[in-house]
């Protein structure tokens, strides 16, 4: 059954054309509106409010850890995916915590994508679409010790190197590397680094795969499937 328009509005949506209508009410109120109790009043904050301004990052931040309501959900997270470094470096803190659409065990069966699968976690899909200059920011979150961070970043990671080539040097991949040493007895994170490496057509790229391909079991999928991209 098609969606009212009572029904979207309770979600949060409104159109552009609407949002034109509030372009002159003072930003003061549309940072009061970020916690206001009606969904669109949210969206419309979020469309507002600046993505590059850290009180105001922060706030962006605070309302979709417990923004229930779709569209004004996406409402924040398309702001917040224009945003700049500082932006990214504020994000990358909250990857893995919120919602609860993350990989924590190993999948049964490998992804059926036939292109970079979008990540799961909120955070980390929006990552993966900013502009490339925070891809130095996903990079560091791999020096850390945080699994649960270096877990999700593999898909920010893989996602924008997958659609932005150039980022596909050996350099970077050279970070990707690590984790199949550094968490070898961690089968979640070195599924996610054979996807990641996917992105990354190199020829170190290709003989970690291979490494990996000859097994039976979902991780031996997942490089199989990776290589299969990578000839495309």
């Given at each position: 059954?098609?969606?009212?328009?009572?029904?979207?509005?309770?979600?949060?949506?409104?159109?552009?054309?609407?949002?034109?209508?509030?372009?002159?009410?003072?930003?003061?109120?549309?940072?009061?509106?970020?916690?206001?109790?009606?969904?669109?009043?949210?969206?419309?904050?979020?469309?507002?409010?600046?993505?590059?301004?850290?009180?105001?990052?922060?706030?962006?931040?605070?309302?979709?850890?417990?923004?229930?309501?779709?569209?004004?959900?996406?409402?924040?997270?398309?702001?917040?995916?224009?945003?700049?470094?500082?932006?990214?470096?504020?994000?990358?803190?909250?990857?893995?915590?919120?919602?609860?659409?993350?990989?924590?065990?190993?999948?049964?069966?490998?992804?059926?994508?036939?292109?970079?699968?979008?990540?799961?976690?909120?955070?980390?899909?929006?990552?993966?679409?900013?502009?490339?200059?925070?891809f130095?920011?996903?990079?560091?979150?791999?020096?850390?010790?945080?699994?649960?961070q270096?877990?999700?970043?593999?898909?920010?990671?893989?996602?924008?190197?997958?659609?932005?080539?150039?980022?596909?040097?050996?350099?970077?991949?050279?970070k990707?590397?690590?984790?199949?040493?550094?968490?070898?007895?961690?089968?979640?994170?070195?599924?996610?680094?054979?996807?990641?490496?996917?992105?990354?057509?190199?020829?170190?790229?290709?003989?970690?795969?291979?490494?990996?391909?000859?097994?039976?079991?979902?991780?031996?999928?997942?490089?199989?499937?990776?290589?299969?991209?990578?000839?495309?």
């Open positions: 059954m098609k969606s009212t328009q009572n029904d979207l509005k309770k979600r949060g949506y409104i159109n552009d054309e609407e949002l034109q209508n509030y372009q002159d009410i003072p930003h003061a109120v549309m940072v009061s509106w970020i916690n206001n109790s009606d969904p669109v009043k949210r969206s419309i904050a979020a469309h507002y409010l600046d993505a590059a301004l850290k009180e105001e990052i922060i706030l962006l931040i605070d309302q979709l850890k417990k923004e229930k309501c779709l569209y004004t959900r996406i409402a924040i997270c398309e702001k917040l995916q224009t945003g700049n470094t500082l932006t990214a470096s504020l994000m990358v803190k909250e990857l893995g915590k919120i919602g609860h659409n993350q990989y924590h065990v190993l999948p049964k069966r490998s992804s059926a994508k036939k292109s970079y699968p979008l990540p799961r976690d909120i955070i980390a899909r929006y990552l993966g679409k900013m502009d490339t200059a925070v130095p920011i996903l990079l560091e979150v791999l020096d850390t010790k945080d699994v649960s270096i877990s999700e970043v593999l898909d920010a990671i893989g996602f924008m190197a997958f659609y932005s080539p150039f980022l596909a040097t050996k350099k970077n991949a050279e990707i590397y690590t984790i199949f040493d550094r968490y070898k007895d961690n089968p979640l994170l070195i599924w996610k680094g054979l996807t990641c490496l996917s992105a990354f057509p190199l020829e170190e790229t290709k003989l970690i795969l291979q490494s990996y391909a000859c097994q039976s079991d979902v991780l031996g999928l997942e490089a199989q499937r990776s290589l299969h991209l990578l000839m495309k």
